[in-house]
């Protein structure tokens, strides 16, 4: 079984600022991938990052990258020069051994960006 | 290329009536998935199918929830007799097991809310 730990139910970030948003999971499986899916208002979730449990470099994708650590079991978010436009709730996700397995989702964390 | 559509987008029914959804995957993605979000949760995974076969429907309540998913493209869920705790977001994705991330694309969802 997989679970997803998010903590912050909300976070605030002013515009042009740097912002982490936690997650932790907890696998048995050997292999694994980790997910970041934005859900802004109008409720369709879009995929951000991945990154691989055997991948070497944490991944980037833009202005978004992913710090990984794997000893804590940790895939945090991080948004670097934030836009009023990335204001959503942010869902960490995790897919077990098998590429086509279910995504086990976090509850989420609603980030602000203010002027 | 078109996204995942879904349709209704919003649906209101009284408890005890049968409801259906709709889902229209991305052109040529061989797996199909069906999520329901309750408020302020993340999404959990009701049933997999990979083509026509369903393979993994081990949290769809069966004695309420059916799917099919013919000819291996459009995909419907229905739900006969709705029940209060039905209301939720209703989520159709669509993924690829030959790209490298097999991520999943999302539709915007049906919003049901069951009175």
């Known amino acids: 079984a997989q679970k997803i730990t998010q903590t912050q139910p909300g976070m605030f970030v002013q515009e042009k600022e740097a912002v982490t948003l936690d997650c932790t999971y907890d696998t048995s499986d050997p292999s694994y991938g980790l997910f970041w899916y934005k859900q802004p208002s109008s409720g369709e979730m879009i995929f951000l990052i991945y990154?691989?449990?055997?991948?070497?470099q944490n991944a980037t994708e833009g202005r978004y990258s992913l710090n990984f650590q794997k000893a804590r079991k940790s895939a945090n978010l991080v948004i670097s020069a934030s836009q009023l436009g990335d204001s959503a709730m942010y869902f960490c996700a995790m897919r077990g051994y098998g590429t086509a397995s279910k995504l086990t989702f976090g509850t989420g964390t609603r980030l602000q960006v203010t002027l | 290329e078109a996204g995942v559509v879904q349709s209704p987008r919003y649906k209101i029914i009284e408890k005890k009536q049968p409801v259906a959804f709709w889902c229209n995957p991305i052109s040529g993605h061989n797996t199909l998935y069906w999520y329901r979000q309750n408020l302020g949760q993340g999404p959990e995974l009701l049933i997999r199918?990979?083509?026509?076969?369903?393979?993994?429907d081990s949290q769809l309540p069966k004695d309420r929830f059916s799917a099919e998913r013919l000819k291996g493209v459009d995909s419907t869920l229905k739900i006969q007799p709705a029940e209060l705790g039905d209301s939720a977001v209703y989520l159709c994705a669509s993924s690829d097991l030959a790209a490298s991330y097999n991520e999943q694309f999302f539709g915007p969802g049906t919003r049901l809310t069951v009175l």
């Open positions: 199918y990979e083509n026509e076969e369903a393979v993994d």
């Open positions: 990154q691989g449990s055997y991948d070497q």
